[in-house]
């Protein structure tokens, strides 16, 4: 039998590194389901009898983030057998408010109080048989970092998880008391188990909703429930849940030795926030900061491991050696050809990106291990409020204009999920580094570069963040986004030495999860895509014309690669090549009357073969999609607008390898040199929906198929509606054509401006009721 | 007077939270009870939020929420 410990604490109070500490290794990381809270799991290293689950950070166990949510879940539906609660020693307060919180579910529990180096440090005094005593339960000191004390943790949780639950004092004041009492009376009927009552009670009084429609009351009980909490109120003159929360806070406030002294003096954290979060340095010094960060992750260092990472180690070694060692073993073409350039090219493309992550992905471990991070955010909120994000939401952006796949990462750390959602929906909007080259394609090519140039590729980034913000003031106003209005209370974590252990742990964690997805959804993608670009299901036949009298082909088509055999054997004017000195004959007179090739049914295209790909054809028939966009009239580009699906650089690649004067041609042979359809072209692929890598990283993040979708709905429609506007209201303003696009351009012109400017707490419901209502009253 | 009209420096005692639901039981859950301490710490560069000092550690708390905390001054 297998032994349940739930680790339960504040965030920032060391949870994670006493997790690590203990189960080393043998981890399961994983998402709770429904909701994007990371689950990790893992067996003790000495015991694996035991297995340890790390629960969220909460700061309380009300049901109003996800976080909690999970935790309180686990703790009533599990029921673990023990609880290691994990409090952090320079805060006592703060955390012992959720141990009164814990200490209701009536579950074995150890408390570890953590950073006992720093509390000694400061000169705090922690009276730990007081606290023992009146919380019931043993009281331990570790230091999580270094590794003190944790085993007596583990011992002492395994230890009590036979035994009985802590026993419970009363914390409250004699009214609570009595409310709670008769509040169990009230539900006691014998299918509640008794260790649960408490808990109950007190949620009961808190008028939990989730509990009662849980409980399934009658009206009767229910009233009387009602009527006790009323009168509670009316003694202590305050809410029922506000009541609770001030009286648990009194009673940790009561048992916690009143002179905690740290504070007082200024310690180093104060030091450098004076500097950090000063009025006027704030702002440049967070600019450095992050421009280092983006120098050397994606600037210097990582561009240059890329590099060589995609152009020489992929390009150069292993496609072209994986290509000769297969062709070696006598494997047919195509194979090789799905493997080599499909299958390992395409992963590489996306495992080229790998090493620029892990470095970005550790600078930022670091700023967040040290506590710079919820300065940004501090800093930062200001701005991102205004149009409806956190501060918080800042990081992930920043960080999408390297990459978007470790940007979209980087929103975990926004707590509020409808905050963390919409951030997640709109980080890609930012231009990453591979939309650059379709920037640099429509500035240079299109505008002819120089100062018309410059203006487009600036505008690019303008047009990122107006997305952004637009979408973020917009979505808001969804209720799928209303929800509960969370404040943003933050606490501001002293700033420390990063871990080494948890940086490298944490850097390793997100790197792997992208390279496993990189083994899977994108090997796929990458396979389709080849096979869409090389297998054709148009029956076509190729005929060669000999012209009579040279003997030479007019039109060769398929039989090019046998025709210049042909040439070989008819430049000896059709007469068979014969040795002179053996009279043996050496080449064959030729056969003039070639059949016409004929390529039939599903069949690769092969040289000469002039059959149309799936992929042409999926081009022709969305250009028809793209064509009130303008740069659907030619298919290409529509071809290269879907390849953008596996990287964004392929959007150039494609239409630089289809054009027949190279990149250089593409402007006039696809755009035919107009600015409208440059500038369409480039709105659409700048905001559509992101590269299979980024779809991925939505994917993990999101955990909800119903949310990936509608991410990338949401985005490839707001990049549709953005290029039609801009596309017909070019041809309306500088050629004067009107249209039926046109009209339709508007109307979402009017609703873009409409949705933008209207009051918050949208619902398309109550908008066709208003709109009824005017028109049943006119 | 509530808890945005603090000035930097400012402490203050909190008299009531106001307000109901989440935005309040979240504000209490962090720490501002009834009779606690306040130490208005700093402003943000932008003017919003408010850096406190509750209970012993840092929080950082929107002008807007901080509305709904009705104190009284101390010093």
């Known amino acids: 039998m297998s032994i349940k410990i739930a680790l339960v604490g504040n965030p920032n109070s060391g949870k994670t590194t006493l997790f690590n500490a203990l189960t080393g290794s043998n981890q399961y990381v994983g998402n709770w389901p429904g909701v994007t809270v990371e689950k990790k799991e893992g067996k003790i290293k000495w015991n694996k009898e035991v297995i340890l689950t790390d629960l969220p950070g909460v700061y309380s166990l009300s049901p109003y983030t996800p976080e909690e949510i999970v935790a309180r879940n686990y703790l009533v ?34 408390i570890a109080i953590n950073f006992m180096d720093v509390v000694r440090k400061r000169g705090i005094k922690i009276n730990l048989g007081k606290l023992s005593r009146e919380l ?19 011992k002492e949780a395994i230890r009590i998880s036979k035994g009985e639950a802590t026993f419970r004092r009363n914390i409250f004041s004699s009214q609570v008391e009595k409310a709670l009492e008769d509040i169990q009376d009230l539900i006691k009927k014998g299918y509640i188990e008794e260790n649960e009552l408490r808990w109950l009670s007190v949620k009961l009084f808190e008028r939990d909703e989730e509990i009662l429609s849980h409980l399934d009351l009658n009206e009767k009980t229910k009233s009387q429930i009602e009527a006790v909490i009323k009168r509670a109120e009316m003694e202590l003159d305050d809410d029922s849940d506000g009541i609770i929360i001030s009286e648990r806070y009194d009673y940790v406030t009561s048992i916690v030795d009143k002179k905690m002294p740290g504070k007082e003096k200024m310690s180093v954290s104060d030091k450098i926030d004076r500097i950090v979060t000063n009025r006027w340095l704030a702002i440049p010094i967070f600019a450095l900061i992050m421009f280092s960060v983006y120098f050397i992750a994606i600037g210097s260092v990582g561009a240059w491991i890329t590099d060589f990472m995609n152009d020489t180690l992929f390009g150069e070694w292993i496609v072209p050696g994986i290509t000769s060692l297969l062709e070696g073993w006598g494997i047919q073409d195509w194979l090789v050809g799905l493997i080599a350039d499909g299958a390992i090219g395409g992963v590489g493309a996306v ?24 300065r940004i955010a501090f800093i930062m909120d200001r701005v991102f409020r205004r149009f409806g994000l956190s501060g918080k939401s800042f990081i992930p952006m ?58 487009v590729a600036t505008g690019a980034y303008f047009i990122g963040i107006g997305a952004v913000i637009c979408s973020g003031i917009i979505l808001k106003k969804f209720k799928a986004f209303a929800g509960n209005p969370s404040p943003f209370v933050m606490e501001l974590p002293e700033y420390h030495v990063p871990a080494p252990k948890n940086v490298f742990k944490s850097t390793f964690d997100r790197g792997w999860s992208f390279i496993k997805r990189a083994g899977t959804v994108i090997l796929l993608a990458s396979v389709l895509i080849w096979i869409g670009q090389n297998v054709s299901i ?35 004017d059709g007469k068979p090549v014969i040795d002179e000195e053996t009279g043996e004959v050496v080449m ?20 000469g073969c002039t059959s149309k790909s799936v992929l042409e054809m999926i081009g022709e028939g969305l250009s028809i999609v793209f064509k009130p966009l303008g740069f659907g009239d030619s298919w290409e580009s529509s071809v290269a607008t879907i390849l953008g699906l596996v990287a964004k650089e392929e959007v ?21 040199g107009s600015w409208l359809k440059g500038i369409s072209f480039l709105i659409f692929n700048l905001l559509c929906a992101p590269c299979f890598a980024a779809i991925g990283a939505i994917k993990n993040e999101m955990n909800s198929r119903k ?72 | 007077m509530t808890l945005k009209d603090a000035r930097v420096g400012d402490t203050v005692k909190v008299v009531r939270v106001e307000g109901e639901g989440p935005i309040k039981r979240r504000i209490m859950d962090l720490g501002i009870t009834k009779g606690v301490e306040i130490y208005v710490r700093k402003v943000a560069p932008l003017g919003d939020p408010f850096e406190l000092t509750v209970r012993g550690y840092e929080l950082s708390v929107r002008k807007e929420d901080a509305k709904m905390v009705s104190v009284e001054k101390i010093s």
């Not at chain 1, 210049?564 to 000896?572: A, F, S």
């Open chain 1, 538 to 572: 148009e029956s076509t036949s190729t005929e060669i014309v000999i012209d009579a009298e040279t003997g030479e082909a007019v039109e060769s088509g398929h039989a090019h690669a046998i025709f210049g055999e042909l040439q070989e054997k008819l430049d000896n």
């Open chain 1, 136 to 154: 019931g339960c043993k009281v331990v000191e570790i230091s999580a970092l270094k590794g003190d004390g944790i085993e007596d943790v583990a």
């Open chain 1, 707 to 778: 949310w990936t979708w509608a991410t990338l709905g949401y985005m490839t429609g707001l990049a549709y509606a953005i290029s039609l506007i801009t596309y017909q209201f070019g041809r309306l303003f500088s050629r004067g054509e009107f249209g039926f696009f046109t009209v339709i351009a508007i109307i979402l012109f009017v609703a873009f401006f409409y949705l933008l400017l209207k009051p918050a707490k949208f619902s398309l419901v109550n908008l066709f009721k208003k709109l009824f209502k005017k028109e049943s009253k006119a």
């Open chain 1, 77 to 110: 539906d599990e029921h673990p057998s023990a609880i290691i609660n994990i409090v952090d020693g320079t805060n006592l307060e703060r955390n012992l408010y959720l141990t009164t919180q814990l200490l209701d579910f009536g579950i074995p529990m150890v």
């Open chain 1, 398 to 455: 920043l960080i999408a204009s390297g990459c978007g796949v470790p940007g979209i990462m980087a929103s975990r750390t926004i707590e509020q999920q409808n905050d963390r959602k919409i951030t997640i929906m709109t980080t890609g909007f930012i231009p990453c580094s591979a939309k650059m080259p379709i920037v640099g394609f429509v500035a240079s090519q299109i505008f002819g570069g120089g100062v018309r140039g410059a203006l």
């Open chain 1, 588 to 607: 064959e007179a030729p056969i003039i009357d070639y059949k016409p090739a004929e390529h039939k049914g599903i069949h690769f295209i092969e040289e």
């Open chain 1, 351 to 374: 495992l080229g990106f790998v090493p620029q992550m892990l470095i970005l992905f550790l600078l930022l471990s670091l700023l967040e291990d040290c506590g710079y991070m919820s």
């Open chain 1, 652 to 672: 150039v690649g494609a239409l630089g390898s289809m054009a027949e004067g190279g990149i250089n041609g593409a402007s006039e042979e696809f755009f035919e």
